[in-house]
């Protein structure tokens, strides 16, 4: 496995990170000049004592900004360890466009890749060429360019597919989140990943930017009136090798209507069996209990990924959950086992995320990722527009260290697999 240590090799600069609030490959989370007022907002500028930009020419990654320091070099960049070293949020403070030659102010690319400013003949020249492809699939790309520069990090597929429930009867831990982002990350490395949403809330869905209103055909069909899921599944736009069952709120009557149906606690597992699709990862997010359909999901898994929140309240179920992942292992499925344990909202500068840690990683040994995922406010902010953090923003804390957790899980099972 490539790991990346606090001064090893680091995957926040690219090439190509000139786009997207990128500075130099800076994440605009990161640099300390940087102002914007929302995602497709604006480029502020703000308080005296600006610091000047220079105008880049046009790429093939797009149009961007870049800063010009004291010595005319780019800031530096923490590495994707970054989140055990500093954990604290550094807000940008000021930006603002400078004029070059005797045009007018430099057109602004905010984080969306929205303009402002007067049409230029960069822009005329732009919009002559041919139709591009769709944003969300440039900024894959560009994500990749960022994450894995060189291109030498592999993700390597498994001998079989890997179906993996992600569980934690705590809600706000971070399962969705993380399902979201994980699954992008192994999707952009090549592997074919399927993402079943199983929360009544619809927030995979959601994250990664699939309908899946009352209309849509969703996986309480496959539950309950045995629609076969070739009929439910969606391809994720503008991201490569990556699919999802949504989840509508219909979801929210399945509980009940399981109980009084033929092998309630396999129905998902029968629906799994009888697709047609192919895929490396299968990666289905929980509901917050151990109802129906959890079961359904540990009943079709072989992997169970937990999620655990670095504060003391999120330790407190983890034996109860374990003690009910036992039933099913011993009742309904041999072959169920905890995998994966991963740490998520870490702030280092708490004693307690140091002693949560600890203890998890006590208690479950080596079933726990190395990688551990900060507290983040970019991570936060990706699902309102219909983004993971691997795309929303690939050079912050929260997508370089969901970038480590796929990196890890891929490697780590290599060589294990699942039901074919």
């Known amino acids: 496995m490539h790991s990346y240590g606090p001064h090893g090799d680091d995957p926040t600069v690219g090439s190509a990170g000139l786009s997207k ?4 490959g800076v994440s605009r989370e990161t640099s300390p000049a940087h102002t914007l007022t929302g995602r497709g907002g604006l480029i502020e ?18 149009l961007g900004l870049a800063p010009a320091g004291p010595g005319g070099s780019a800031a530096s960049v923490p590495g994707p360890r970054a989140m055990a070293d500093d954990h604290a949020a550094q807000e940008p403070t000021t930006a603002m466009p400078v004029y070059e030659g005797s045009g007018g102010p430099n057109t602004i690319v905010s984080a969306a890749g929205h303009r402002a400013g007067r049409t230029t003949e960069i822009d005329s020249v732009r919009d002559s060429r041919e139709p591009e492809d769709p944003p969300l699939a440039q900024e894959a790309r560009r994500a990749v360019q960022i994450l894995n520069p060189s291109g030498e990090i592999r993700m390597p597929r498994p001998p079989r597919t890997r179906v993996f429930c992600v ?25 074919r990943v399927l993402v079943i949403d199983l929360d009544p809330q619809g927030n995979a869905s959601t994250g990664l930017d699939v309908p899946h209103h009352s209309a849509i055909p969703d996986v309480y069909d496959c539950l309950v009136a045995e629609t076969p ?12 090798n ?10 929210a009557g399945a509980e009940i209507e399981l109980v009084s149906m033929v092998a309630r606690e396999s129905r998902l597992l029968r629906a799994l069996q009888s697709h047609s699709g192919t895929y490396d990862y299968i990666f289905i997010d929980c509901p917050p209990s151990l109802g129906l359909l959890t079961v359904n999901a540990l009943v079709a898994s072989q992997e169970v990924m937990i999620p655990i929140q670095c504060e003391y309240y999120a330790l407190e179920g983890v034996q109860q959950l374990t003690n009910n992942i036992q039933l099913v292992k011993n009742h309904l499925n041999p072959a169920l086992e905890v995998t994966t344990v991963l740490l998520t909202m870490y702030d280092r500068r708490t004693r307690l995320a140091d002693a949560v840690e600890q203890d998890v990683r006590a208690h479950f040994g080596d079933r726990v990722l190395t990688a551990v995922i900060p507290r983040n406010v970019r991570v936060s902010e990706a699902p309102s527009y219909g983004q993971s953090v691997m795309t929303y923003d690939p ?22 697999g699942g039901v074919g």
């Open 167 to 191: 569980s934690n009867q705590k809600g706000g831990v971070g399962k969705t989140t993380s399902v979201v982002n994980i699954a992008v990350a192994l999707a952009l490395h090549g592997n």
């Open 229 to 240: 899921m070739e009929d439910v599944v969606q391809a994720v736009s503008g991201i490569p």
């Open 242 to 251: 990556l699919w999802c069952v949504p989840a509508t709120i219909d979801l």
């Open 45 to 62: 500028a703000a308080g005296a004592g600006r610091t000047p930009f220079g105008f880049v020419a046009p790429t093939a990654a797009g």
């Open 21 to 24: 609030g990128y500075v130099d």
């Open 395 to 416: 050079g912050s804390r929260g997508a370089t260290s969901y970038f480590e957790a796929a990196l890890e899980i891929a490697t780590r099972g290599s060589h294990v």
